[in-house]
Each structure stands twice: as C-alpha cells, then as structure tokens.
C-alpha cells in the first residue's frame, strides 16, 4: 500500500509546524519513521507546495515526484481534492496503479508504526471502502452548546439533563490515520456503509494545530524519546 503524508506549506496557527523541531527532530519525521518501518506499506509520499519540506522529507526516506500546484495549497482548498490530485498524476504520470492509499498526517507524530499496521489489517479483513481512526470523546457530546455572539446558550441536541454513566459513549476522529479505496474518495466521500473506524487511545491521538497543542504532545513524548 502507498502512504501519502500531505503537508502543505502555510499554517496559521502554527507557523511552519509540519517540520518545527520536535525533540531534536523536525515533527514531520515521526510520521515519515512509522510509515517506513510498516509492514505493510511498500512506497512514502509526500504531498507538498514547499521545496524546503521536499528536501527534508527526501532526507528522512519519503519520496516526492511532484509539487502539489498552488491552488491546492490555499486554505480554501479541501483535502480530498488533494488526495484525488495525487492518485491520478501519480497514476497516469508516473507508471503507478493506486487502488488503495494511506494518508498519514505529519501533525499527529504519536502514532505508532502498530497503529499504522493495525488499521490496515482492519481495512484487509473487512474489506473496507475505508477506515478511519477515532477516539473516544472525553466529554458526553450531547452537553455541547452553540453559543451567540451574546454569550446566550443554544442546543445543539436535546436538551436533555441526564448523567454521564446514562449516556452512549461517542467518538471523533482523531486525525491520525486515514485509508481510502480509490473509487470511494473520487466520489468526494470519506464514508459510506463499509466504512470502519480504528480506535486509538487518547494518549496518541494529539491532533497538533496549535502552540498548546505542540507542547503538548511534547511533553507526552518525553519519556519515550528521551
């Protein structure tokens, strides 16, 4: 199976996080490391707009054919459209034939080559349009509000009081893992009715977007990589 690690130039919140240094390393590596060590996974990609990520990503063992074109770099521009961008150059362009891929994202270097191996093992013995990693939601969803520019209380779900052992756990996705069949994401879909999810504990499931988020996972990696 091929992995595709996207990793666009710009990020707001976070100025150059795909390769901001992470205990000694640029945080792209993680992901780039798992992917290579997998069992399963036979080429790395990387999907980028930046020479200066390219040449990182090269030095760390992925490959790079193409830059991504600037109107897929946009914040404007959906992930998807990326993925179905890079599935047929790399396709029709480069002699490959994708039916599956892997999309591995550079901001959740908690994840673990066993994580990676897991889910794929999951999508082969299911049989699966898809799967996709979640995990569990730390606090019930039905307590969630929208709230006004007044700071007023809007429901999202029923208003009802109930407490937290009476209700149905719930999952979100955790950003880590994402594997497709071909013919599902060129419909523009992630889901359908043989989609599954893999679970993975909180633990390994920091999703890093912001300065809070970085520290975060850096202090949880501490005692692993140092």
């Given at each position: 199976m091929i992995a595709l690690i996207p990793a666009r130039c710009g990020s707001k919140g976070l100025i150059k996080k795909n390769i901001k240094e992470l205990l000694g390393k640029p945080m792209i590596a993680y992901t780039i490391e798992a992917a290579l060590k997998s069992k399963y996974i036979s080429e790395v990609i990387i999907s980028t707009d930046c020479r200066e990520i390219e040449e990182i990503a090269l030095r760390l063992g992925a490959k790079s054919y193409f830059l991504r074109p600037e109107y897929l770099a946009s914040d404007?521009?959906?992930?998807?459209?990326?993925?179905?961008?890079?599935?047929e150059k790399l396709n029709s362009d480069f002699n490959h034939t994708i039916n599956n891929i892997i999309i591995l994202q550079p901001t959740s270097p908690l994840r673990t080559t066993e994580d990676i191996d897991n889910a794929i093992?999951?999508?082969k013995k299911k049989h699966a349009d898809s799967v996709i990693s979640y995990t569990e939601e730390h606090h019930p969803i039905v307590w969630h509000k929208y709230i006004t520019k007044e700071k007023k209380f809007t429901?999202?779900?029923?208003?009802?009081?109930?407490?937290?052992?009476?209700?149905?756990?719930?999952?979100?996705?955790?950003?880590?893992?994402?594997?497709?069949?071909?013919d599902l994401i060129k419909h523009k879909t992630y889901y359908n009715e043989n989609s599954y999810a893999y679970i993975m504990p909180r633990e390994r499931s920091i999703d890093i977007d912001e300065e809070i988020d970085f520290k975060f996972a850096e202090?949880?990696?501490?005692g692993t990589y140092e």
């Open positions: 404007e521009a959906k992930a998807v459209d990326t993925y179905i961008y890079t599935i093992e999951l999508f429901n999202i779900f029923d208003d009802s009081i109930l407490n937290r052992q009476e209700i149905k756990k719930s999952y979100y996705p955790n950003g880590a893992i994402f594997i497709f069949k071909y202090f949880l990696m501490k």
